[in-house]
């Protein structure tokens, strides 16, 4: 089984990110989770969501301990973690590393002035995980209503530029 922790602010797409792999990797045939943990936060608070991906059946419906990946939204809240991949919107050593902010601003996915992040930071993660472009494509244009090629084309670009 795979776990993911996505760390994110509220406001920037982290659950949605989780309810796209979970799409893609149902896509691809496998079973998954997608588990948001917030409670009455507002926009900008800390938001954790968690992803489980595995080829049987998942029993489990607990937060995620002891992630293997975890991908960090936004530099400031990174944690000491001991995840074996660690993703960053942003530049860091020890990281694959891409620039989110620079995709959704490209692409004008803007919400009352924050970045959202959830199309190219789910195409990053989906390339850590290897989940095909396809998968995600089809995840992607399930999960929006508008902007629909916009996203598309985010997340491509964070499957594409994501450095390891």
């Not at 990174?78 to 050593?93: K, M, P, Q, S, T």
């Not at 891409?98 to 009352?112: G, R, V």
Request: charged share 25%; with cysteine; net charge positive.
């Amino acid at each position: 089984m795979i776990e993911v922790k996505i760390v994110s602010r509220g406001g920037q797409g982290g659950v949605t990110a989780a309810r796209i792999l979970a799409k893609a990797a149902m896509e691809e045939g496998l079973y998954s989770q997608a588990i948001p943990q917030f409670g009455a936060e507002r926009r900008g608070a800390k938001v954790y969501s968690y992803l489980r991906i595995d080829e049987k059946p998942i029993r489990r419906h607990t937060k995620v301990e002891k992630p293997r990946i975890v991908a960090y939204f936004d530099k400031k809240l990174v944690e000491n973690d001991e995840a074996e991949i660690r993703i960053l919107n942003g530049i860091a050593e020890g990281f694959c590393c891409l620039n989110a902010n620079k995709i959704a601003e490209e692409l004008d996915l803007i919400s009352s002035g924050w970045y959202l992040l959830s199309s190219p930071m789910s195409g990053a993660i989906a390339r850590v995980l290897e989940i095909s472009l396809n998968s995600l494509v089809y995840a992607v244009r399930s999960e929006f209503s508008s902007k629909v090629e916009e996203n598309v084309l985010a997340a491509k670009k964070g499957y594409e530029v994501v450095k390891c």
